[in-house]
């Protein structure tokens, strides 16, 4: 089967993403790429599996397994995961944008299931650590890289929509890391939880083999530019080459260091939480199904969030819709400090998980439509990628919280900062925006600060 999509799809698709079957001027698209679509949620659902199951086992991990871990070693083996993230979000990119979607989305879902499944055998707290690092570069390969295939699938009108509502994946994966764990680890051990990674091998990397359509606009669209320089009147803006450096000058410095440093704060409030949450309720009294049960309840607010913010950001734009998204999560776990009765606690972590994950998930749309397509896959593993570093720091915050004696509390305060933080950065983005919109059109050489 040729899985590269040939030149007559080129003249047939929409602006914005070349070289692929985007849909028609009515924003309907073909059922190949609605098939392609659903392969890509199903694989981000494997990578929310994957990425949330450390929560889910990390008491385990700290009673069970004679490893001798503390409250602050755990929350670096955490951060492993992570780590990787952060590494496999930057390159994965890149080779998206290089190499192509198909081949760098399976690539890192082959790597994410051979990995986790692995840590089911790991004989040490340093091993496992290892493994977690290897499958985190899976992990974080395969979002940006699946963001950048269907945001050149699906019509420009429903970008925006489908990528939010594809993230929902991640909490989707949570949920039933939450809900199996809940069964699994009381009757076969943590273990376990490792072993349902094989599914996504054996399941769902073959779907992907038959459905994903191999996309190279971007090194079409790399070879382009003086060609496209010459075709353009002089006062137009210059192409970019797709590339980091791309982003790190204008007209997109700012803009890529606004959405990468709010990437941060929003990433160190989701995966803080998603990492310490089930722990954090144990320790506050809770037993093991119901500190679950607590984890299931943010995963679900979510999905639930997912689903909001998509409409509201298709609504109201996906940038103020973050802003607020941020500031609800703040909020929400801030009256968790207060020690509110149990019924609130469940509905904080519900706004909370609309709030932290609905904010991500605007991020990438935002980034998504701001971006040519030459540069989105690049622009997403920057946003992403940069952004792990929240995602690395907020396990090892949250143990060395705990471990130095400052209770529950300090945690929800540490996420809620972050939130907060995310809030305000998302708002200079949107003044950024707004500039950019109204500045003179420039008559010289077209550069122009964003």
Known sequence: MNHTLPAAATQRSSPGAPGTPSG?????????????????????????????????????????????LTKATAGTIGSMAFLGMMIGAIFAGRMADSWG?????????????????????????????????????????????ANALVAELVPTKWRSTIATLMMSGVPIGGSIAALVGIQLIPAFGWQA??????????????????????????????????????????AAEPRARAGFSSLLRAPYLGIS??????????????YGLGTWLPNLMQLAGYNLGSALTFALALNLGAVAGSVITAWAGTRFGPVPTAIAAAAVAAGALVVL???????????????????????????????????????????????????????VMAPQAGGLLLAAGLGVSSNFL?????????????AAVGLHLKAKTTSPTPTTTGAHNV
């Open 193 to 234: 939880m490792f072993l349902v990674a094989v599914l996504a091998l054996v399941v769902v990397v073959p779907l992907g083999l038959k459905f994903l359509p191999e996309t190279l606009a971007s090194e079409q669209d790399a070879r382009k530019p003086e060609q496209d320089a010459r075709d353009q009147p002089a």
């Open 101 to 145: 979607r198909r081949r760098t989305i399976l690539g890192c879902a082959v790597v994410f299931s051979v990995f986790t499944v692995l840590c089911a055998f790991a004989p040490s707290a340093a091993i496992f650590g290892v493994l977690r690092l290897l499958a985190g570069i899976g992990l974080g390969g395969l979002v940006p890289s």
């Open 24 to 68: 028609d001027r009515q924003g309907r698209f073909p059922k190949a790429s609605a098939l392609a679509v659903l392969v890509c949620c199903l694989l981000v659902v494997f990578d929310g599996y994957d990425l949330i199951v450390y929560g889910t086992v990390q008491s385990s991990l700290i009673s069970d397994t004679g490893w001798g």
């Open 414 to 426: 540490a996420f809620a900062g972050a939130a907060a933080i995310a809030a305000v950065l998302l």
């Open 337 to 391: 400090v207060t020690g509110p009765a149990v019924t609130v606690v469940y509905l904080m972590l519900v706004l909370a998980g609309v709030g932290t994950h609905g904010t991500q998930c605007l991020i990438i749309a935002a980034v998504a439509n701001h971006y040519p397509a030459h540069l989105r896959g690049t622009a997403l593993g920057w946003a992403l990628g940069t952004g792990r570093i929240g995602a």
């Open 257 to 270: 260091m606004l959405f990468a440093v709010a990437t941060i704060a929003t990433l160190f409030a989701w």
